[in-house]
């Protein structure tokens, strides 16, 4: 009997720990990892075939025993509005994340999933609905990117000059599927596959983890030097107990001394605090009051962000007259406030909305077919 070993992906893995693969490979040199790094990164190979500069031997041995996978695109849509979702599987049927990329006149924006479903159910919150399947590895991570960036074909703009090179994906941020803070340590290693300076040379301040509240890792981003954004959504801990069940474990005053502490350590970052705007829930004027003083010592960025409502939700969006009035309060209070504009409704864009109707489509399909 044959029996087969499943290939490596070398996608993820840092470039210490390629080099550690390469140690029993054959006609290795010192810079051989380096070559291969490039190939993956600064040129998006997908075959170590065409790494034409390493020796035939070489490339065979990797061909053999390693692979270069960024999952598979299930569905790849473009709203109306530019917003682009694509659905990535990886390796068994419902291994499943959605990443999306917002293109604005001055940023590309492309929001990667951390997990599988989402144990923390917030109540807003379609993702939350879906249970935890499992954390993603750092190769599904970056995989995620790779598969966006040949998406919008950014490899090919490589041999251009800066003037023509568009910025194709210009930020990133862990604001998907997932809390990435309950995956730590594949996402800070894909922050440092993705930031690695020999490869996709990704500037730090242009990636923000998005966290719900994890506290004790906040002191974590600092230290990676990555931007931070919290998902806050209320201002008193009895709502944000019911918004965001984790305000139980890590209460308001807890979150807000990491926030301050984060300010510190990263020599006054901007932080951004994310607040869905839902109907007579969260978006009174004294709420936007208690925002700005809640807020007022920190480098606060505040963005509103209406309510994309899904199916079953027993949230309604805030009407837009609220929702400037909201801005307008906590601008006059002295706080950065910017409103997110609602994007990709006509591709279920909001978070997890795209994997619920394609496992809905299946279950009917296998349904049907019984
Ligand atoms: S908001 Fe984030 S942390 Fe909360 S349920 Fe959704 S994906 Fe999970």
Redesign the pocket.
């Known amino acids: 009997m044959i029996v087969r070993h499943a290939k490596k992906n070398l996608i993820g893995l840092t470039l210490e720990q390629v080099k550690h693969e390469l140690q029993a490979a054959p006609t290795v040199k010192p810079y051989t990892a380096l070559q291969i790094w490039q190939h993956m990164y600064r040129h998006g190979s997908t075959s170590f075939r065409t790494m034409t500069n390493l020796p035939t031997t070489l490339r065979d041995h990797l061909h053999s025993h390693y692979t270069l996978d960024y999952g598979h695109v299930q569905s790849d849509q473009t709203s109306v509005d530019g917003t682009r979702k694509w659905l990535v599987g990886f390796n068994d049927p419902r291994a499943v994340v959605e990443s999306v990329l917002i293109p604005e006149p001055k940023r590309h924006t492309l929001c990667v999933s951390s997990q599988i479903g ?1 144990s ?3 109540s807003f ?1 379609h ?2 609905t879906q249970k935890l399947l499992r954390n993603l590895t750092a190769g599904e991570i970056v995989g995620q990117v790779m598969l966006a960036a040949h998406g919008v074909r950014q490899f090919e703009q490589q041999g251009q000059n800066s003037i023509t090179r568009k910025k194709l994906l210009s930020h990133m941020v862990f604001m998907g ?3 990435p803070l309950y995956n730590p340590r594949q996402v800070f290693q894909a922050i440092q596959v993705l930031t690695d300076r020999q490869g996709l040379q990704w500037p730090k301040q242009k990636i923000t983890v998005s966290t ?1 509240g994890v506290v004790p890792l906040i002191p974590k981003i600092s230290e990676l030097g990555v931007a931070l954004a919290i ?1 806050l959504h209320a201002t008193r801990n009895s709502l944000r107990d019911v918004l ?1 069940p984790l305000n139980k474990t890590f209460p308001m005053e807890t979150l807000m001394d990491a926030c301050t502490q984060y300010a510190r350590d990263s020599n006054g970052q901007r932080i951004t605090f994310e607040y869905v705007m839902l109907d007579g829930v969260n978006d009174s004027m004294g709420e936007a009051r208690d925002l700005v003083k809640l807020l007022k010592q920190l480098p606060a960025h505040v963005n509103l962000i209406p309510f994309n409502p899904w199916p079953g939700s027993i949230y309604k969006t805030s009407k837009p007259e609220q929702v400037e009035r909201f801005a307008e309060t906590v601008q006059n209070g002295g706080i950065y406030c910017t409103v997110r504009r609602p994007r990709g409704q006509d591709i279920l864009a909001a ?1 997890g909305q795209l994997r619920s109707s394609e496992e809905r489509k299946r279950a009917t399909a296998a349904a049907a077919a019984l």
Do not use: A, F, K
Request: hydrophobic share 15%.
């Open positions: 989402c923390l159910r917030c919150c993702t939350g599927q997932g809390e719900s998902s965001v978070c």
